[in-house]
């Protein structure tokens, strides 16, 4: 956790309760999504993603969970199914052929307790991907919902992280291997076109 704690001070020193939680969420939302093996679990994923720079929404919203909860904001985790499928997203055309044989994926947020309303807050895609047309929530107000970073079929609204964390494992135990392999297929992919649209932004 030191790390975590590090950055919690660097990012909120000196700074009051609103502008701590832009902040937070802006050094959140900017380190580079990417979809990383091994990042997902709560007690060490949002440190993994910190010492790496790059990580993608579950590791991002439970760091983003922790770091709010130090400054007294209730937390709760959101999980919303959507398809990699998405006719909103731009593919390269060996992408868009992979995310057609993807299973549902299970997008994670966070909802806060901000100024007495529960607020939701997504700080999914990096402002390197505001070019290539990711829906970047680039000027959170601290108050206000930000934009879902996916086009959702459902919300399943969790009490804490443990609560995520048993939900997803059930859904991730019934992928067949097919299917596993489909996923690190199409990650794989995916991360390295994320990484050459930065380049050109």
């Known amino acids: 956790m030191m790390v975590i704690d590090d950055k ?38 949002p440190e993994k993603i910190l010492k790496l720079n ?14 709010l909860e130090r400054i007294k904001i209730p937390i709760k985790y959101v999980t919303y199914p959507y398809s990699w499928n998405d006719p909103k997203i731009s593919y390269p055309k060996e992408l868009a052929v992979l995310a057609k044989k993807l299973p549902t994926e ?16 997504d700080a999914t895609w990096d402002i390197g991907l505001k070019k290539p047309g990711f829906p970047v929530n680039e000027n959170w107000d601290g108050v206000s919902n930000t934009q879902n970073a996916v ?7 969790h009490e804490n992280a443990a609560e995520r964390e048993l939900f997803v494992t059930e859904k991730l135990e019934k992928r067949t291997d097919e299917q596993n392999n489909d996923v690190k297929q199409f990650i ?3 991360n390295d076109w994320l990484d050459k649209e930065r380049r050109l932004s």
Not at 9 to 36: M, P, Q
Not at 54 to 67: I, Q
Not at 106 to 121: D, G, M, P, Q, S
Not at 151 to 157: H, M, V, Y
Request: overall charge positive; glycine content about 8%; hydrophobic content about 40%.
């Open 8 to 45: 919690f001070e660097k990012w909120t020193k000196g700074l009051g309760d609103k502008e701590k939680r832009i902040s937070i969420f802006n050094h959140i939302r900017d380190i580079e999504y990417a979809i990383v093996p091994g990042t997902r679990n709560y007690s060490n994923g």
């Open 54 to 67: 790059r990580g993608s929404c579950t590791p991002k919203h439970f760091l983003l969970g922790m770091m």
């Open 106 to 121: 299970y997008h994670l947020a966070c909802k806060a307790f901000i100024e007495n309303r529960w607020v939701n807050i």
């Open 151 to 157: 086009t959702s079929i459902d919300e399943i609204i």
């Open 188 to 190: 794989a992919a995916f």
